[in-house]
C-alpha cells in the first residue's frame, strides 16, 4: 500500500485568516502535517507528500501544482498501472486527531474503497483497491465518493471515527485539537497562546 498526504503549500488554512496570520497558518498547516505523518510512520506506512510546491519536511515529495481533485486522480491512475501497488491511501494532512489505531482500521478495512468522512460530509481519508474508482472532492464529497463506488461495482466500507472524522479547517475546530490532541499541533496552539475557556457550558478557545 502507498499512503499519500496532499499538502496545499500555498497559502493553507484559508479559513482560519480571522484567528491566525498567514504566516502562522503556515506554521500550523507544516506542524499537523508532521503529525499526520508520524502517525502513519507508528503503522508501519512510509507516507509521501503530494503537495503544490516544494516544502522542507523529511517525507518524499511529489510536486502537482493543479487542484486536490485531478492531482489526486493521477495518483490514482498511477497506481494501477503500477504492479507493486495493490492500494493507495490518501490522508488529509489536517488530520491533526489521528492516532496510528485509528489509521489502521482504515488501511486494514478489507473492502475496494474505504471511506473515512468528514463531519461535514468531505472525505477526510480514503482507500482504493478497485482500479475504476476515482475521486471528486466538490463539495460533499463523501456522498459523491460512494456513487463513484457503486458505477465502479465496488464495495465501500464507511469508517466510523471520530479522529479520522475531525479536520482542522475552522476556528472552532482549534478547540478540538486543545481537547483531544496530544501531538505537536496541540503544543503549537498552546505555545502560541491558546486555552480552552466555558462560556454557558459551551467550549471555546481564547488567545
Known amino acids: 500500500m502507498q499512503v499519500v498526504v496532499p499538502f496545499a503549500a500555498g497559502e493553507p488554512k484559508t479559513r482560519l485568516a480571522g484567528t491566525l496570520s498567514a504566516d502562522e497558518r503556515r506554521e500550523f498547516a507544516l506542524v499537523m502535517l508532521e503529525d499526520v505523518l508520524g502517525t502513519i510512520r507508528a503503522?508501519?506506512?512510509?507516507?509521501?507528500?503530494?503537495t503544490t510546491r516544494e516544502i522542507d519536511i523529511d517525507a518524499p515529495l511529489s510536486i502537482d501544482t493543479r487542484p486536490l481533485t485531478p492531482a489526486v486522480n493521477a495518483v490514482l491512475a498511477e497506481s494501477v498501472e503500477s504492479k507493486e501497488r495493490d492500494s493507495t491511501a490518501i490522508v488529509m494532512a489536517d488530520l491533526a486527531l489521528a492516532t496510528p489505531d485509528a489509521l489502521e482500521r482504515l488501511f486494514s478495512a478489507d473492502d475496494d474503497v474505504v471511506l473515512a468522512p468528514g463531519r461535514g460530509g468531505g472525505t477526510n481519508?480514503?482507500?482504493a483497491r478497485h482500479p475504476d474508482f476515482r475521486v471528486d472532492y466538490h463539495g460533499t464529497s463523501y456522498l459523491d465518493h460512494v456513487e463513484i463506488a457503486a458505477a465502479a461495482n465496488a464495495s465501500v466500507t464507511e469508517l466510523d471515527s471520530h479522529r479520522l472524522a475531525t479536520d482542522v479547517d475552522e476556528p472552532?475546530?482549534?478547540?478540538?485539537?486543545?481537547?483531544?490532541?496530544d501531538g505537536a499541533a496541540s503544543d503549537w496552539l498552546e505555545d502560541a497562546g491558546f486555552s480552552l475557556s466555558v462560556?454557558?457550558?459551551r467550549v471555546t478557545v481564547t488567545r
Open 199 to 201: 462560556t454557558s457550558g
Open 125 to 127: 481519508a480514503l482507500v
Open 172 to 181: 472552532d475546530d482549534l478547540a478540538e485539537v486543545l481537547l483531544h490532541g
Open 43 to 50: 503503522t508501519g506506512r512510509s507516507p509521501r507528500v503530494l
